[in-house]
Antibody, heavy 123, light 108 residues
Framework: QLQLQESGPGLVKPSETLSLNCNVS??????????WGWIRQPPGKGLEWIGH???????SYNPSLKSRVTMSVDTSRNQFSLKLTSVTAADTAIYYC???????????????WGQGTLVTVSS | SSELTQDPAVSVALGQTVRITCQGD??????ATWYQQKSGQAPVLVFY???NRPSGIPDRFSGSTSGNTASLTISGAQAEDEADYYC???????????FGGGTKLTVL
């Protein structure tokens, strides 16, 4: 059974960098059939797509966050990571990692999700 | 980028049928994917593509698309279906996904 687990600090100071890892078990992150994504959800609000990465390192980011986001993948550890720089209170959210699937070779959505981790931006 | 619009809230009587909609230009080109999110939990995939339900999702959940509108239909809503429902779809302008704002479903 595929499982994803986010890890990282739950509290980040304004202007600093948010860093999260997602450990994948039950599937190889080197699968050519899937991408790996990050989604966030501010408290009481809706879901926001942050971006996704392929095992080769190819990435695609939400234009609204692109200047501050970096994703990377570590195939040896079967995990992928998110960095978000210059954070503000508006970046406070539950951050989810997920496996992103294709439907007839078109990016379609997330079939497996991590449980999510709350990151609060505060001094 | 594309936008997906959902009604903020919908209600349905127990055992009745409810349709949750998602509107956006990208839906003319790509299928919607639907998620159910219960309070305090991660989203769960409930429907995707033309006619696909993941294993374990009851067959009372179905999906359809007409023009720029995708719909998730719950036939015979149960109390456990009370949740937030989100659609997502590929953005027509790039290789990324966008989410609708979500619909809060209340089962009366």
């Amino acid at each position: 059974q595929l499982q994803l687990q986010e890890s990282g600090p739950g509290l980040v100071k304004p202007s600093e960098t948010l860093s999260l890892n997602c450990n994948v078990s039950g599937d190889s992150i080197s699968s050519s059939s899937h991408f790996w994504g990050w989604i966030r959800q501010p408290p009481g609000k809706g879901l926001e797509w942050i971006g996704h990465i392929f095992y080769s390192g190819s990435t695609s980011y939400n234009p609204s966050l692109k200047s501050r986001v970096t994703m990377s993948v570590d195939t040896s550890r079967n995990q992928f990571s998110l960095k978000l720089t210059s954070v503000t209170a508006a970046d406070t959210a539950i951050y989810y990692c997920a496996r992103v699937s294709l439907y007839y070779n078109v990016l379609t959505g997330c079939d497996y999700w991590g449980q999510g981790t709350l990151v609060t931006v505060s001094s | 980028s594309s936008e997906l619009t959902q009604d903020p809230a919908v209600s349905v009587a127990l055992g009745q049928t409810v349709r949750i909609t998602c509107q956006g230009d990208s839906l003319r080109s790509y299928f919607a994917t639907w998620y159910q999110q219960k309070s305090g939990q991660a989203p769960v995939l409930v429907f995707y593509g033309k006619n696909n339900r993941p294993s374990g999702i009851p067959d009372r959940f179905s999906g359809s698309t007409s023009g720029n509108t995708a719909s998730l239909t719950i036939s015979g809503a149960q109390a456990e279906d009370e949740a937030d429902y989100y659609c997502n779809c590929r953005d027509i302008s790039g290789n990324l996904l966008v989410f609708g704002g979500g619909t809060k479903l209340t089962v009366l």
